[in-house]
């Protein structure tokens, strides 16, 4: 974090002397200074243009050689690789962060998305607190992207990966344009994707024995292949009077056809049931097929010392989906019964109907709109009393049409919210030099917020919040948030489908069986009322530099949660009764998966790691340190972002960009000016939860999720989680490795149920590239190759498969391996060049 002007006394020895080694290695002491020694000094450090103006430090910060070293092709490359450092762990929301460019708000994540590396200057990733102060909801991490002044870059790649297991294939062809100059930035994408499918016999999925008679395997896909195209273009433009203009939009075309099976049928013969698949009109399909529009607005300026911002963003979804059923069979059983029809025919003509199409229409459209403004109120002697205004409103119609068996239900919802909101930062010791020496940094904050909903009434949601930074690198925060939050309109209101011949484990009697599953939305869901509690602390030691600790404790508790239909165990069910079909028999035949809510859900947890980097092999040391690197402009390499080492020292102007530097010698260097040297980074994290709790109402025992309760297919909660991500890049040869690990959980059956062990998980990915520029004189040879990077991933090295066994030991049909996870380890190479 780089410090705001502060005046210190030269009895402030040790102050001093921190400010002094963290400042640009070009800032010498000569034999001048002594002169001065009883006199009040006064140091400025200027903040890099671009940066947020906050007293909130980043949890992460790269700069241009960072970033480089991680081989990413795009901005979301980049957020994939470092997102145990960007995923909120709060509990809330998406987890996806908020996203800045230049220190201002944008009208999505889409404005960067696509951008390439090479173009950024440097990424601050802050936490969820900094998201009060631009007008959102605490529950994201914020992350700015400072760009660089000017670019240039057009660069197309192509991918193509499989499972080791074979069977499927991905491919990807992608082009970007970027020019982003002193006044404007344009940005253009267009990606094409396509995905072949995984069918069961390709997973050697164990079918029933009706099942097996006719192959069933072949008609029924684990993964459903796809086409997927998108485009994404962004313009942006800085204005004389210093006003901003941010202009987005975006198509995505998605098509998914997917096998159900056959259709089937239970007939009776001789008075004895006999259920059997047809295969006379080929399989079951499932088509879904989505377009999706976007256009977005931004604008930022200034009105003396206060900024101001406005966004707008509004998206049309639409999603059509076919899903075919098995049709009536009462003709071929009248057949059966007069004799004369042999009932295991192969074909049965006119007396087997062909199946029949349940579709389903649904248009979601959103118009979000949101206003900001941001400035000083007063100024304490402790230093400037900063608020954020925002007022807001948002509109959503959701419209679907479902027809199953000539019954057309038709659902038209709609909301509209209007918000408003205040923060308030205030200082207690900050620029009070004697209080601060005595008590280091010391701030508080509040928020306080309003929504009203047309179909819900008002929400309230406020907030307290506390930083304290008792010396330089050791940073304490402590959050309270309280909030009303309403399901949202697709919980509500989705359409109604039924999915048939679906595999599922009952747990009730201990088997697999085929089932009905019924999705849709639930108009009887509540307002939730969530309160939230959670204490950080961030340690960036000055004797250690590249190293930083940080630890998080979050404590959750919500009323009225709107949920998923959980795992169907004994339990569910007796809360839910009327949610499962059985036969006479007692054999599980449907579910209906609909929305649920729950009276309660509590959680508590920590979450603690590290990040550690160094550089190597760079001429005259280590280079500066972590305050140098916040404001110094290292270039990017020429081929796909290269690592860079340091230049050497530079002034930099007022705006904090770099000052012109002389050409380096021939001899320092290596080849095509870029500095020699590499570095390693490590991240390292572990998750402890002490409480995951859900009561569904009241006189019901509760659901412990880490003692034998799930919700979930995958089990209940792991008490304890691991994550790891590194890397290591030299002369434009790198890796980065990411991996996460996770105990093994239970799932209790009940007294007449089977319980079921999910064993541990550890899943560990490796991504090797190299910048053929680097590389010996390989593009000399073939000019093709020159500014290009070859890539080469394994996700899931090791191939692990969680394995979930019943109180036998054995593994229930429902979670067979290809059940669990149909890909497994899977190899992609990729091509990426910049023209």
């Known amino acids: 974090m780089i410090s705001s002007p502060r005046f210190l006394s030269a009895s402030s020895s040790f102050a001093l002397a921190s400010l002094l080694l963290a400042a640009p290695a070009g800032a010498q002491i000569t034999e001048a200074d002594s002169d001065y020694q009883d006199e009040e000094i006064v140091v400025t450090a200027e903040r890099p243009r671009g940066a947020v103006v906050s007293e909130i430090p980043p949890v992460v910060e790269l700069s241009e050689a960072d970033i480089a070293s991680f081989g990413a092709s795009s901005v979301q490359d980049l957020l994939e690789a470092i997102s145990s450092q960007t995923r909120s762990s709060r509990g809330r929301g998406s987890g996806r962060p908020i996203v800045l460019i230049n220190g201002q708000r944008t009208s999505g994540f889409r404005e960067i998305r696509d951008l390439p590396p090479e173009a950024i200057r440097t990424v601050q990733v802050f936490p ?88 069933l395997g072949d008609f029924r896909t684990l993964v459903a292949p796809s086409d997927n195209l998108e485009l994404n273009a962004n313009y942006s433009r800085t204005f004389d009077n210093g006003v901003s203009l941010s202009l987005n939009g975006g198509y995505v075309y998605d ?50 010392d206060w900024r101001w911002s406005l966004t707008s963003d509004y998206t049309r979804t639409q999603v059509n989906t076919d899903t075919d059923r098995s049709d009536d069979i009462s003709a071929l059983q009248t057949a059966i019964d007069a004799g004369s029809v042999d009932p295991l025919a192969v074909v049965f003509g006119p007396l087997l109907g062909k199946p029949a199409t349940d579709t389903a ?131 509500l209101g989705n359409p109604v489908i039924i999915t048939p011949d679906v595999t599922v484990f009952d747990f009730t009697n201990g088997e697999t069986v085929i089932a009905a599953i019924t999705t849709g939305g639930n108009f009887a869901l509540p307002a939730e009322k969530q309160r939230d509690i959670k204490l950080a602390v961030n340690y960036r030691p000055e004797w250690l530099d590249g190293f930083t600790f940080l630890g998080e404790y979050f404590r959750n508790n919500s009323n009225n949660v709107a949920s998923s239909f959980p795992l169907l165990t004994p339990e569910i069910e007796a809360a839910f009764p009327d949610r499962v079909t059985r036969d006479t028999s007692g054999r599980l035949i449907a579910i209906d998966r609909r929305p649920v809510n729950y009276a309660n859900v509590s959680s508590e947890r920590i979450r603690y790691g590290i990040d550690f980097s160094k550089r190597f092999g760079e001429r005259g040391g280590e280079g500066p340190g972590r305050a140098d690197r916040a404001t110094r402009s290292s270039d990017a390499a020429a ?79 792991p008490r304890h989680e691991f994550e790891i991500n590194g890397g290591w890049f030299n002369n434009g040869l790198g890796f980065r490795i990411d991996g996460k690990h996770q105990v093994a959980t239970r799932v209790n059956g009940g007294l007449t149920g089977s319980d079921l062990r999910f064993s541990d998980l550890t899943t560990l990915n490796l991504r090797l590239f190299v910048n053929l520029d680097d590389r010996g004189s390989l593009t000399e040879k073939l000019p093709f190759l020159k500014a290009s990077r070859i890539a080469f991933k394994v996700d899931n090295i090791f191939d692990d498969i969680q394995t979930i066994r019943d109180g036998n030991g054995l593994i229930p049909l429902s979670y067979q391996t290809g059940y669990v996870d149909p890909v497994g380890r899977y190899v992609e190479i990729d091509f990426r060049k910049r023209f």
């Open 128 to 215: 969820e607190e900094l998201a009060l102060q631009y007008g959102y909801r605490p529950d994201q991490r914020v992350i700015n992207f400072i760009l660089k002044d000017n670019y240039t870059g057009v660069s197309a790649s192509a991918e193509y990966g499989v499972p080791t297991r074979g069977a499927q294939g991905r491919s990807e062809v992608e082009s970007t344009i970027t020019r982003i100059g002193k006044n404007s930035r344009l940005n253009i994408n267009l990606e094409w994707q396509n995905n072949t499918a995984i069918t069961e016999s390709e997973r050697n999925i164990i079918q029933g024995a009706a099942g097996d008679l006719v192959n």
């Open 255 to 304: 098509k998914s056809r997917g096998l159900q099976g056959l259709p089937s049928g239970t007939l009776e013969v001789a008075g004895d049931p006999l259920f059997r698949y047809f295969t006379e009109y080929g399989p079951l399909n499932r088509i879904q097929e989505t377009n999706a529009a976007q256009a977005g607005l931004t604008l930022n300026g200034r009105i003396s």
């Open 361 to 491: 229409k649904v248009v979601d459209q959103t118009i979000n709109n949101l206003a900001t403004l941001s400035g000083t109120l007063f100024v304490l002697p402790s230093g400037a009393v900063t608020t954020t205004l925002r007022a807001g409103y948002d509109r959503e119609e959701l419209d679907s049409r479902e027809t199953r068996r000539t019954i057309v239900t038709t659902t038209g919802l709609s909301r509209d919210e209007l918000s408003m909101g205040i923060n308030i930062d205030i200082p207690l010791a900050d620029e009070n030099i004697d209080v601060t020496e005595a008590i280091g940094k010391l701030s508080i904050n509040g928020n306080l917020g309003y929504s009203d909903l047309s179909d819900f009434g008002g929400l309230v949601e406020f907030g307290l919040g506390l930083n304290w930074e008792p010396f330089d690198g050791l940073v304490f925060t402590a959050s309270a948030i309280g909030e009303e939050a309403a399901p949202s309109i697709a919980q």
């Open 639 to 717: 081929s796909g972002g290269a690592a860079q080492g340091d230049k050497p020292p530079q002034t930099t102007t007022p705006e904090g960009s770099p000052a012109a530097q002389p050409e380096t010698p021939r001899g320092g260097p290596g080849a095509g000016g870029r500095p020699r040297g590499g570095r390693w980074q490590l991240s390292a994290f572990h998750t402890i939860r002490f409480q995951d709790r859900i009561q569904i109402r009241p006189g019901i025992d509760e659901l412990d999720l880490l003692n034998g309760s799930a919700i979930g297919s995958t089990g209940g909660s």
